[in-house]
Each structure stands twice: as C-alpha cells, then as structure tokens.
C-alpha cells in the first residue's frame, strides 16, 4: 500500500500553455512553506498524462487549453485518478462556465488575474478539501447573458469533447471512432449541444465555440 502524502507537504501540478505563466505560478508557489510542484503541463493531453504519473494533490488547470479544454482533462484524470483537487483557473466570469468545471469534478474555479495570495491560499484549502469559489464570480444561477435569474447555457465535458472534435472538423464517425462511441450516441450529442446553445449548424457552432473560448483551434 502506498504510503499518504505529509498534509503540510501539497505536491502540486501546473497545467497551462503559456511557459511564462507556469514559471510565474511556480515562483509563487514554492516561495511558500509545504507546497512543491512536482510538474508541470502545456496542454490537457499532457495534463492527463502528467497527473495520473506524478499523482498530485492538487492541479492548477487553465480552463483554455490546447487540444482538450481543462473541463474535459480534468474529467478523465478523476476517471484515473479520483483523489485529486483540480483548481481550474479561467478568465471567463460567467456561470455556465463554472457549472461546467464544477461538474467535471473540479473543487475550485479561480478567475486568472487573482492576486498571489489567492492563489497560494486556494490551493491550501483545496488541498484540504474545501471548495474554492472566486468571491467575483457573483451567483451561480445568474445568466452568462446578464439577465438575472435567467441561466446560461451549459454543456456536459462529454458535449465539450464532442464539440472540440467537431471544431477541428471530425465527421459523427470519426469522433465515434475517437471516443469510443456508436456514430448514433454522436450524433444526439451533437443535436443537444445545438440545442442547448440554440444554434442551428455546423458552422455558427464552430464560430461559437471558438469565440467564446470553449475550445481551442491549436
């Protein structure tokens, strides 16, 4: 049996594909006592990969990820890994985006510009076992359009696989392929997320998608 990680010591993976932005997190990290990062990931194929070999106990995940979103690597590392706490770092305020994260399995959703100690003292307390939301991210019932009380459209992290292979322009057979799925299962994935996004085609949606940072194109 392996033996348990000291609580004061918080092994940390960092998972973003700006180098600069790593080195920053790394910095503010390890100048604090009993957190290590033991690795680091530019995009969420790496991040899967990374996690489920270096098992830590927290992962700082950007949401805009190259490749696969921090919503669906996050996902499949608790599928591998379910002991970790994935603190998912985005630039989007608005709540279909937290709801998306949050039900993939994340534990805290931080906006990117938090300051230093946010940062240090969100992964403190996902590490143990709290939930971190940002204080700035106001309701989560509110509307990504603005609208009180209305919400905001949401996809599952399987819709969010889906739509980043129909991004990069996979037929229903291929992504079935990919995925692991009958061509039929895609094909209702794709009707609901068009629904659920009240779109209507392929091409708006794949607009959509790009514009409003859900999938990557790189």
Excluded: W
């Amino acid at each position: 049996m392996p033996q348990t990680e000291p609580f004061s010591n918080i092994s940390v993976l960092l998972v973003d594909d700006h180098s600069l932005v790593r080195h920053g997190f790394r910095r503010m990290l390890e100048d604090e006592s009993g957190i290590s990062v033991v690795g680091e990931a530019s995009d969420g194929f790496e991040a899967v990969e990374s996690a489920i070999a270096l098992r830590p106990r927290v992962i700082v995940m950007d949401f805009a990820l190259p490749s696969m979103n921090g919503a669906v690597a996050t996902r499949r590392i608790l599928d591998a890994f379910p002991d970790a706490k994935v603190l998912m770092l985005s630039m989007h305020i608005e709540p279909d985006y937290v709801r998306t994260c949050l039900e993939a399995g994340a534990r805290g959703y931080l906006l990117k510009n938090a300051m230093d100690l946010e940062l240090v003292d969100a992964v403190r307390r996902i590490a143990a076992g709290e939930q971190v939301l940002d204080p700035r991210l106001g309701r989560l019932d509110g509307a990504s359009s603005g609208r009180p009380g209305e919400p905001g459209p949401s996809l599952t992290t399987r819709e969010l696989e889906v739509l980043q292979l129909i991004v990069h322009g996979k037929s229903n057979k291929e992504i079935a392929v990919v995925l692991g799925l009958s061509a039929n299962t895609i094909s209702v994935h794709r009707a609901n997320i068009m629904q659920t996004l009240e779109i209507h085609n392929t091409a708006a949606l794949v607009v959509y998608a790009i514009r409003t940072g859900l999938v990557s194109i790189t």
